[in-house]
């Protein structure tokens, strides 16, 4: 298992190799504050709950091979905002 500052040297290598500005704002503004908000709340067993329809659909994604193209950041942070807001 890698320490922490072996983990943290890697993350500032990773976030320094990014030039692309905008995902640098994504993940500055949007993703990373949302990761660490939702890593330090406490879980209850509605959090790991997973209802039919979407194992179903979880079942459909893993048996359909992957044609698309990659999504943008915009559209990362669009997708992330409609699945935080699901039920």
Known sequence: ???????KAE???LID???DEELLN???????PAIIENHSRPF???DH???????IGLNAALEKPD????????EFKKMAEKWANKE
């Open 67 to 74: 044609t698309q193209e990659p999504v943008s950041p915009e």
């Open 11 to 13: 993350l500032y290598k």
């Open 26 to 32: 994504s993940l500055n503004e949007d993703i990373l």
């Open 1 to 7: 298992m890698k320490s922490k500052e072996q983990l």
């Open 17 to 19: 190799s990014i030039d």
């Open 44 to 46: 209850s067993d509605e």
């Open 49 to 55: 709950d997973i209802h039919d329809h979407e194992i």
